[in-house]
């Protein structure tokens, strides 16, 4: 359907392949998307590295944040299937992407969710005339056989990053060595990758580890064994049916989910490493453990990018844009939080006032209200958003810092640009821009 090939054994070719990226289609569906995610401010602080001061309050965007080519391109499709499709039933496997904006938006399209339970989804009364879209995390092989037996259309939308990590654990796979993923077991993309890395005869296995601490115990269990009941209980639902620490732990290959902490996944692979040779001898270590970097471009960018404004900027605060359940947003938040307060929004509505601010709250798992969050007077705001998160949500997050200030957005940028962008002319023209 898509024009997304599955790696070879991954997952069964689509029934039905029909191109919905025509020069036609794929017209109409930038117009939609740029009509609902576009934001003339964004672009321009983007294009001119620049950053917004009025009032004293200076606003300042990383280098690289928001949507990633794998989302874009994976909204694109949706979008595609929704204009190609018409009079059909369209659904998403869960959400196309972590945002929420982006998929009420999608189910204001028409295209609805496919109905969850405890992970499963309900495909019984599918039919072959339906579409299914699969979203850019990928989906569990079960699940795309299931598609492939009902033979309704699927649109896989499926990031090549992801891909490349299903690549690496097949490779694991045939030669018999235990995938060691480091990642997020109950996320989407991680359930996809696991269910690569098994084989139908239960001979390979996978175990996947969230932390460095969870590393650690797995690499004291290979140096030295331990209790085994313990280390089935302690990880439990994050191993393929039949692991045995004692047997599946001597062959090892580690991958990751795309959008962890790109320095936490290197050091998880060192510390196997070490293991490793520790146990086996450095000599014989190439029969014994293998590693692969899979972090995506995309994700790393975004890092990098909030890495040096972090060292390099003087801020107050650091807002972080995006849907809650978002991992590489999720992480570029964590990366505030080691430096300044940092507050994990997903939409401008979270702004309260100046003194009140509601945000994620990753320890807690729930939002929760911080008051006095803006200083009075002089303030610099950093602004980053993870790969999932629209332009148009930033940009209303800027509106609403600067309406604390009674700053109209558009005041600040060049009298040029907004005639370009075909924003409405200002009073004040001359109003600077820094
Ligand atoms: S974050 Fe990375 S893996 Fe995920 S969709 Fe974007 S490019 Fe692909």
């Known amino acids: 359907m898509s024009d997304a090939s ?19 289609i794929m017209k109409l569906v930038q117009e939609q998307v740029e009509s609902h995610y576009r934001s003339p401010v964004v672009e321009y602080l983007r294009h001119t590295k620049s950053y917004l001061s ?38 998403l496997l869960g ?42 995390f990928g989906a569990e092989v079960k699940v795309l056989h299931r598609l492939k037996d009902i033979g309704c259309y699927q649109v896989d939308t499926t990031c090549g990053d992801v891909m490349s990590v299903w690549r690496r654990v097949h490779q694991y796979r045939k030669q018999g060595t235990t995938s060691i993923i480091h990642g997020k077991a109950w996320h989407e993309e991680t359930k996809a990758t696991v269910s690569q890395a098994i084989s139908e005869n239960g001979s390979t296995h996978y175990l996947v580890v969230f932390s460095l601490a969870e590393t650690d115990y797995v690499c004291d269990y290979i140096r030295k064994g331990g209790n085994k009941d313990e280390f089935l209980k302690k990880f439990e639902g994050a191993y393929s049916p039949g692991f045995d620490p004692d ?67 003087k801020m107050n605060l650091l807002l972080v844009v995006g849907g809650y359940n978002s991992s590489n947003t999720s992480h570029l938040a964590e990366m505030g939080e080691a430096v300044l307060p940092t507050y994990f929004i997903k939409n401008s509505e979270k702004l309260i006032s100046p003194k009140e601010i509601s945000h994620y709250d990753q320890h807690r798992q729930q939002e929760i209200i911080t008051h006095d969050w803006l200083p009075e007077g002089k303030a610099v705001v950093g602004i980053t958003a993870g790969a999932s998160c629209p332009n148009n949500l930033l940009e209303e997050t800027i509106h609403r810092l600067y309406e604390f200030r009674d ?21 004040g023209d001359s109003a600077g821009h820094n």
């Open 6 to 24: 599955q790696p070879n054994g991954a997952a069964p070719a689509p029934k039905k392949r029909i191109n919905l990226r025509t020069p036609e």
């Open 247 to 313: 047997q599946h732990l001597v062959r090892v290959g580690i991958a990751n989910q795309t959008t962890m902490m790109k320095n936490e996944t290197e050091e998880v692979q060192h510390r196997f490493e070490k293991a490793m040779a520790d146990r086996f001898g450095r000599g014989n270590l190439d029969a014994h453990f293998s590693k692969a970097d899979t972090i995506c471009g995309a994700t790393q960018e975004r890092q990098d990018a909030l890495s040096e404004m972090l060292g390099q900027e």
């Open 407 to 427: 700053v109209e957005v558009e005041s600040l940028l060049p009298a040029d640009y907004r005639e370009i962008v075909g924003l409405a002319p200002m009073p």
């Open 54 to 91: 009025a009032n004293g309050l200076t606003v300042k965007l990383a280098k690289a944040f928001g949507f990633c080519y794998g989302v874009e391109r994976a909204i694109n499709l949706a979008y595609a299937s929704a204009k190609y499709f018409k009079g059909h039933n369209i659904y």
């Open 95 to 136: 959400e196309i992407i972590h945002n929420p904006e982006v998929n009420d938006q999608l189910r204001e399209m028409g295209i609805k969710q496919l109905k969850e339970t405890r992970g499963v989804y309900d495909l019984d009364g599918l039919t072959e005339e339906d579409v299914v879209i699969v979203p850019a």
